[in-house]
């Protein structure tokens, strides 16, 4: 089961990261993670001046969002009792889950 986890901050995401393989390790799960995925940086430039006139002067903002990626080995049951822990404002948890035949 693989988990990706996009998050703003990094530090609540790291604590999320810290909280899921904890409780992963206490029943006795195969962890792989947390893998770093590179951070998308989602930049906006404006300018300052609402009409127009003036000197050209602009206003740089950006957003990033970091990612880290967890995989479990059990089954969904289990998975379901790991991802019911309080989860940090700002961090989305998505499972999805991968058949092996």
Known sequence: IRTPLPS???K????VC???IKGAKDKRLKVKGPVRLPTKTLRITTRKSPCGEGTNTWDRFEMRIHKRLID?????????QITSISI???VEVEVTIADID
């Open 8 to 10: 703003r901050n990094v």
């Open 72 to 80: 479990l080995h059990s089954p969904s049951e289990i998975v379901k």
């Open 88 to 90: 940090e404002p700002g």
């Open 12 to 15: 609540n995401l790291e604590k």
């Open 18 to 20: 810290a909280d899921l």
